[in-house]
T-cell receptor, first 111, second 112 residues
């Protein structure tokens, strides 16, 4: 099965870039996802990347995928206070019927 | 467009009482449906998933059960709640495995 790991906390200054990292174990993961969870809310799909891609950019978000190292990152440019939330990465493999989530990274944006 | 509704948003129930949480999806047919629980930490635990009416798969043994009486309706139930059932329950759907999961807003359950 898939294991997904993330660091638990990240603090950045408003206006700086944030980089949230994730490692996964299943090299057959077809898609890798980033979700955002604000306090008391459900998970919101931010972006995802197909395993044959190295990079995907969507406005302030950049996803980088290093398949060799099984490393995924989410870069948020010009981080704002509204970006403060928990960010989850998740992976799926060809044999699984469900996503495997990391434990989430709490992003705190300092003024 | 597709939307997912989950209710109630918060619930406080005494130990030993029954539970019924409901989730409905609009704007799609034959979705895969999921119930997750998020404990006080962060981790998401998959409780049940369903690929069709009346088809329920359970990931972990527990005090809870799930049912899918209609194509776009998913219900999480318990006959007698335990203190350990407290948590944040999330319903989700997708169109098939390998497709993105879309979550409801969650139900905060406190068992007292």
């Amino acid at each position: 099965g898939e294991d997904v790991e993330q660091s638990l906390f990240l603090s950045v200054r408003e206006g700086d870039s944030s980089v949230i990292n994730c490692t996964y174990t299943d090299s057959s993961s077809t898609y890798l996802y980033w979700y955002k969870q604000e306090p008391g809310a459900g998970l919101q799909l931010l972006t995802y990347i197909f395993s044959n891609m190295d990079m995907k950019q969507d406005q302030r978000l950049t996803v980088l995928l290093n398949k060799k190292d099984k490393h995924l990152s989410l870069r948020i440019a010009d981080t704002q206070t509204g970006d403060s939330a928990i960010y989850f990465c998740a992976g799926t493999s060809g044999s699984a019927r469900q996503l495997t989530f990391g434990s989430g990274t709490q992003l705190t944006v300092l003024p | 467009s597709q939307t997912i509704h989950q209710w109630p948003a918060t619930l406080v129930q005494p130990v030993g009482s029954p539970l019924s949480l409901e989730c409905t999806v609009e704007g799609t047919s034959n979705p895969n449906l999921y119930w997750y629980r998020q404990a006080a930490g962060r981790g998401l635990q998959l409780l049940f998933y369903s690929v069709g009416i009346g088809q329920i798969s359970s990931e972990v043994p527990q005090n809870l059960s799930a049912s899918r009486p209609q194509d776009r309706q998913f219900i999480l139930s318990s006959k007698k709640l335990l203190l350990s059932d407290s948590g944040f329950y999330l319903c989700a759907w997708n169109t098939g495995y390998n497709s993105p999961l879309h979550f409801g807003n969650g139900t905060r359950l406190t068992v007292t």
